[in-house]
């Protein structure tokens, strides 16, 4: 911490009128010109805040007092949002937390592209509470303590959050935190576990442990144990990725699974592939990524970026033929897997490294009919320049990062290509991620 930094945090507290949000949600307010992001305040609030860091262009500062509340302010559905930095938008209503999300895309399409969508797509909406499939929870033993620790960071620090439960975790897990924490401390090897990747599917929870040693063979089977009794799985991860492996149940398939009863379909994956965190959301975002997209029964589609096949198998039984691509094999290899358990013969997983031109792949030469891309949150801007040669009628973008499409709306739109459509998905309610959707079409 800088010296100047300690000398604000050493000043009285101050009040402050919030003017706007930051794009990381905190509260926004000026002084003589200068920025203070003030953590815990909202728009149009009135608070008693205490300076915490200080920058050359702007400083920080925590809320202490709501001297006047913003009429968007609500209960946090979770007891430990104060201190867990898991979700920074439990005090905000719904309905708010929706707009906030809709003008941060709405922004960076101006930002980025000069753009605006020709209409606003209604947000995609589902649960608040229960929702996350997918988690990482770190592992501490405080030794001066004497106490283990199991969860998410803290705000604004590295030092994990001491919580007991989870508003957000799915309940399978989030019921099972305080004894996941018991189990964990009794274990000889406590102090070396580093992590736990959360996995759960339809029917199915999976737990891979993180260990920096070689764990001894009473503290793996104090693991069976608690996984036998819940009927979940556990895995262990000894090294890098590559090493993590099952250890119970001991027989049985090696896979989670979820549903698209929309579709008629069902994916497996392992518990360390890419899913969607959201059940809910992702089913509805299936249906309007294929409303929008609007395969006709002769259409040939491409769905780059493709996974495990969340979007190229819905695709498959709508359209004629479906390619999927992803930059990993292993990935590719899961999509066919799942084709093939769900007898679909009209679709192709390749493994293709996706910043090169591909176009003249035998699988390429055909051209689609339309595209639908799902990239991470770098975004795919070496893709959508070359997206043109394949002169697809329709294109829908889904996207982690509000930033990044709107960088590659611009570049589509310089490809003649214009936004009909565009708008929020609630996949990460409480957080300020925004996941979005947008529709191209060929003018």
């Known amino acids: 911490m800088s010296r100047r930094s300690e000398k604000m945090k050493a000043l009285p507290a101050v009040e402050l009128d919030i003017d706007s949000l930051s794009h ?36 920080e500062a925590r809320t202490l007092d709501i001297l006047q509340p913003s009429p968007d302010r609500v209960t946090p559905p ?8 898991g979700c920074s938008l439990q005090h905000m209503s719904r309905d708010a937390q929706i707009a906030f999300k809709q003008s941060v895309l709405a922004e960076q399409f101006r930002h980025f592209g000069g753009l605006e969508p020709e209409s606003w797509l209604p947000p995609l909406l589902d649960e608040t509470t229960g929702y996350r499939r997918k988690a990482r929870l770190g592992v501490k033993y405080v030794i001066k303590k004497g106490e283990l620790l199991v969860g998410f960071r803290e705000k604004k620090s590295s030092f994990l959050a ?3 439960s989870c508003a957000i975790l799915d309940e399978r897990i989030a019921s099972q935190l305080l004894a996941l924490r018991e189990v ?51 895995y262990l991860q000894p090294g890098g990725p ?52 609007d395969p006709q029964p002769g259409d040939r589609v491409l ?26 094999q292993a990935m590719a290899d899961r999509g066919m897997e ?22 003249q792949q035998p699988w390429a030469k055909q051209g ?36 990044t499409l709107a960088r590659d709306a611009g570049l589509l739109k310089d490809a003649g290509y214009r936004l009909l459509k565009a708008g929020v998905m609630d996949m990460f309610t409480h957080t300020t991620h925004v996941e979005s959707i947008a529709v191209f079409e060929k003018k």
Not at 375 to 391: I, N
């Open 24 to 59: 990381e949600g905190r509260g926004l307010s000026r002084i003589d010109g200068k920025r203070i992001f003030v953590e815990g305040a909202l728009p149009g609030e009135h608070v008693r805040a205490q300076f915490t860091f200080a920058h050359k262009k702007y400083d």
């Open 303 to 328: 769905d780059l970026f493709c996974g495990l096949g969340n979007f190229t198998l819905p695709l498959a039984t709508r359209a004629a033929e479906v390619i999927g691509v992803e930059g990993i």
């Open 78 to 85: 979770c007891v430990h949002f104060d201190i867990c930095g």
């Open 368 to 403: 689609f009919d339309r595209l639908l891309i799902d990239p991470p949150r770098s975004g795919a801007e070496e893709v959508v320049k070359y997206l043109p040669k394949f002169g697809a009628k329709r294109i829908v973008y889904v996207s982690c990062n509000p930033a």
């Open 162 to 164: 001491d919580i007991r």
């Open 242 to 293: 590559d090493s993590v492996h099952r250890v119970y149940p001991e027989t049985g398939e090696d896979r989670l699974s979820y549903a698209l009863p929309d579709f008629g379909l069902r994916l497996f994956f392992h518990p360390m592939d890419f899913t969607q965190v959201n059940a809910g959301i992702n089913r509805k975002m299936l249906n309007l990524a294929l409303d929008l997209l």
């Open 184 to 234: 964990i401390n009794s274990l000889a090897l406590r102090d070396r576990i580093a992590q736990i990747e959360v996995a759960a599917g339809d029917d199915e929870v999976a737990l891979v442990f993180r260990h920096m040693d070689p764990m001894p063979e009473s503290d793996v089977q104090a693991l069976v144990a608690f996984s036998a009794a819940r009927n979940w799985m556990l």
């Open 338 to 359: 799942n084709a093939r358990r769900n007898n679909l013969t009209n679709v192709s997983f390749y493994a293709q490294d996706l910043t090169q031109d591909f176009s």
